[in-house]
């Protein structure tokens, strides 16, 4: 069902998600390709905000909503980005077994998580914890 908490919240995230994206691009190596990098991280906010942060607006703290939503979309993302890599390397026949494939995927999400742990993208993303989990609080309240 429709609420303005989960709407406010998934549209508050993807906004996180395509911002972090765009910050993270320039940290990452020369010439690597982003496909839809920016696509893929607002899809991830719009399911996260939908799911995590709208289920919980009105129960708990705003920074603690904020804060659980942000965690989960970095979380799902590093995850989602590090099974395409694996895909993409599956298909190209460069990984023999399952078990290679796997930890192919969480050493990818891993070096991907570093890439996070610029100053600008620890500070978008705790703004963004804390407008998020303010605004999704502030539409529970208001028309839910």
Not at 1 to 6: A, E, L, P, R
Not at 109 to 120: Q, R, T, V
Request: proline share 3%; net charge positive.
């Amino acid at each position: 069902m429709i609420t303005s908490n989960k709407l406010v919240a998934a549209l508050c995230l993807a906004v996180i998600g395509g911002l972090v994206a765009e910050f993270v691009k320039p940290q990452m190596p020369e010439g690597s390709n982003f496909g839809h990098m920016t696509l893929i991280s607002a899809a991830v906010g719009l399911l996260v905000g939908w799911r995590v942060m709208g289920r919980r607006a009105g129960r708990s703290g705003s920074l603690e909503l904020g804060i659980v939503g942000v965690a989960a979309l970095v979380f799902w993302a590093l995850v989602l980005f590090g099974l395409i890599e694996m895909f993409r390397l599956a298909m190209r026949r460069r990984l023999d077994e399952p078990v290679e494939a796997m930890e192919r995927a969480v050493t990818v999400a891993m070096e991907y998580g570093l890439y996070l742990l610029h100053p600008n993208i620890l500070i978008t993303l705790a703004l963004g914890a804390i407008v998020s989990g303010f605004f999704t609080n502030f539409a529970a309240r208001r028309w839910g």
